[in-house]
């Protein structure tokens, strides 16, 4: 209870403390000392073929003990060395499965929202590229900051941040996507570190700002990282081989070797420490390399003569570099420091880092997500656009093909084949919004963990911008245009009723495509299982086989059909009272010709009573809804931490 009561009243502190630096803006702030306490952290690997093998535990991080005060912490090692994983165990945004250890902020546990009140930069950009760098900040602020900081106050913030990180040329400038030139690279990771500075967070946390950036931009994003921890702020930071002036703006270095430790401190005092383990770095060579150099056992950074130490593997390295760390005086002046923040903090346990919370309500979320859904569809139209030109053009093709059919036996053939072909491009073409969850994905899980919005809001915001937008649109477009030129029945009841029928194939089929869709990440792998699904599900639509003549035990299957519901309410609609044998003498009509739509569709065991039609929609209406729960229970449960 005590230590339930204690992680509220630090969530309270930290944050009473963000808004009263929001309010305060333009002061100089003081970060948060992060201490971490043997910190161990290992993954379950298969050892075998595929997921059948054995699991064994690989370490990725082994007794990490430090202290991270107010500056710039460099975190350094070579590639898997695990600095990103430490990162984000100091960030509270690694699973806890496998791991051990204890991270304190000020010397008290982290409080259970954390990871939405610091800040963390990605290593890839994520950031809206069709909006601003204004607009995007807007965004951060409106939804991150408290609800009763007033909107003055948040634009003053917000004008304040841009030229702070020197924005204010390309404030108005869009940040640009693949198809939308934007700002240069410098620029927009000053804009990822400017979405998380808006909260002014207690610790900034940044993995691998640097890459993508050439060597000059790469400087001044650090200089800019400089200034803000000279005022006082809390950065950590991962970084691979940075060059000798950006290495010089380090307060702190933590150096990794696969997973440990052999260097944390100052890092002007590092090399003065290999140099009193025996390794000198040469006049005018690069710290950074030079450690790598020490790390990967290359002989040419040994100041020693022993041949045999020039010969030792990698491994017997590591192990004397963690040897001798472990050994200096300031590991142990590490440990004392430790060692003192533990006593004076409560033998409470461990508050749990996964809870998320949120600064506004439910409503000003779903208005400030769905404003940007929109408004990202509208500068990026080039996808809605050739989809209704696709769309225009399949319409166009079936008109001409089925032009003008008659009410005669070919007219039978060619209605049902225009209906079937009308109901299965519906399907295929909705097969589009497999994209609708994969292409943010990185965007939605940095967000939704840090705090922006609720994942509901996030699910119905796009659920009904690609409603509206991609598949309400084409379907009328298509309607409009097919049902006219292949001339079906002529009355305003039937067409509308068409329409509502293509519009809601359109509508479960896409349900169907984002539940499949939903929790994965590759868009090429959704594609494979939904193409499956729909040649199944075009199968029992009831053109390619006569449904009534399906053995028992497999059909129950065109029950999971949406082809078939969409054609059978199609078929009602249209094939219903017409007349195939008109002006025809009755001696003239051959014995098993069908002159009546209702023969028509007893035959192919089509119930066109009243309940007959609409149950049709009642079941893609229920699919829907299925299909759409089981798309946000996935994005719900999806793994949101590495």
């Known amino acids: 209870m005590a230590g339930n009561i ?20 333009g002061t100089s702030q003081r970060g948060a000392t992060v201490s971490f306490h043997n910190i161990h952290y290992k993954v379950k690997k298969s050892s ?66 954390f990871k939405c009140l610091s800040g963390y930069v ?25 609800s009763n900081v007033s909107r003055a106050i948040k634009e003053q913030k917000i004008e304040q941040l841009i030229h702070q990180l020197g924005l204010t040329r390309v404030a108005n400038s869009r940040v640009g996507t693949q198809l939308i030139r934007g700002i240069s690279g410098g620029e927009r990771k000053r804009t990822n570190i400017g979405m998380e500075l808006i909260i002014d967070p207690p610790v900034l946390f940044l993995d691998e700002p640097t890459t993508g950036l050439d060597a000059s931009t790469a400087n001044s994003v650090l200089m800019l990282l400089k200034r803000m921890a000279n005022s006082g702020r809390t950065i950590v930071l991962s970084i691979h081989q940075p060059r000798y002036s950006i290495y010089r703006l380090f ?60 010969l030792k593997s990698r491994k017997e390295i590591e192990d004397k570099l963690v040897e001798d760390y472990k050994s200096c005086s300031g590991f142990k002046r590490t440990k004392a420091e430790l060692e003192r923040i533990m006593e004076g903090k409560e033998r409470d346990r461990s508050s749990p880092y996964r809870t998320v919370t949120y600064n506004t309500s439910f409503l000003t979320q779903f ?28 319409a166009l093709v079936v008109g001409a093909i089925f032009f003008n059919v008659q009410n005669d036996q070919s007219g039978i053939q060619n209605r049902f084949g225009a209906l079937f072909f009308i109901v299965v491009n519906q399907c295929f073409s909705s097969l589009s919004s497999a994209e609708l969850f994969i292409a943010e994905r990185k965007l939605f899980t940095h967000e939704s963990i840090s705090g922006y919005y609720r994942i509901s809001v996030y699910f119905l915001s796009k659920i009904l911008s690609d409603i509206l937008t991609l598949r309400a649109f084409p379907a009328i477009l298509f309607s409009c ?54 040649v199944f599900m075009m199968i029992f639509a009831g053109l390619l086989v006569n449904l009534p003549s399906i053995v ?34 009755s001696s003239s009509i051959r014995p098993g010709t069908i002159c009546e739509g209702r023969d028509f569709l007893r035959e192919q065991g089509v119930d ?33 931490f590495t």
Not at 6 to 25: C, S, W, Y
Not at 375 to 385: C, G, V
Not at 553 to 575: D, T
Request: charged letters at 15%; aromatic letters at 10%.
């Open 481 to 534: 245009v097919a049902y006219f030129m292949i001339g079906l029945k002529p009355t305003a009841g039937a067409f509308f009723l068409f329409v509502f029928t293509v519009i809601l194939v359109a509508y479960t089929a896409t349900a169907m495509v984002l539940a499949i869709s939903a929790d994965q990440t590759v868009v090429a792998i959704a594609n494979i299982y939904m193409t499956i699904a729909c």
């Open 608 to 640: 066109y009573s009243s309940w007959g039609l609409w149950q049709n929609h009642v079941a893609l209406g229920v699919m829907s809804v299925c299909f759409l729960t089981i798309a946000y229970l996935k994005l719900r449960f999806i793994n949101k």
């Open 48 to 113: 075998g073929c595929l997921c059948w093998g054995k699991k064994t535990s690989q370490d990725i991080l082994v007794d990490l003990n430090g202290i991270m005060k107010p500056g710039l912490n460099a975190i350094m090692g070579a590639t898997g060395s695990g600095k990103s994983s430490f990162l984000d165990i100091l960030a509270a945004r690694k699973s806890p499965a496998g791991l051990s250890g204890q991270v304190l902020i000020d010397g008290a546990h982290q409080p259970s929202n």
């Open 251 to 310: 307060d702190s270095l933590t150096l990794l070797v696969n997973g440990r430790q052999v260097y944390h401190g100052s890092a002007q005092s590092a090399l003065d420490y290999f140099s009193d383990i025996g390794y000198t770095c040469e006049p005018h060579n690069n710290p950074a390399d030079f450690f790598l150099d020490i790390i990967n056992g290359d002989s040419s950074s040994l100041d020693r003569e022993d041949l045999d130490s020039v």
């Open 122 to 146: 990605v290593q890839d950009d994520v950031v809206m590229g069709t909006l601003t760098v204004r607009e995007n900040f807007s965004f951060s602020a409106a939804l991150r900051l408290p």
């Open 552 to 585: 028992s035990w497999l059909a129950w299957l065109k029950y999971l059909s949406i082809p078939r519901y969409g054609l059978a309410a199609l078929q009602v609609n249209e094939f219903y009272g017409l007349d195939f044998c008109s002006g025809l003498n």
């Open 367 to 394: 208005h400030w997500v769905l404003k940007r859904t929109f408004r990202n569809l509208l500068l990026n139209p080039q996808t809605s656009i050739a989809q209704l030109a696709v769309t225009l053009f399949l």
């Open 6 to 25: 204690k992680t509220d009243i630090g969530m309270m502190e930290l944050g009473q403390t963000t808004t009263r630096k929001v309010q305060g803006a």
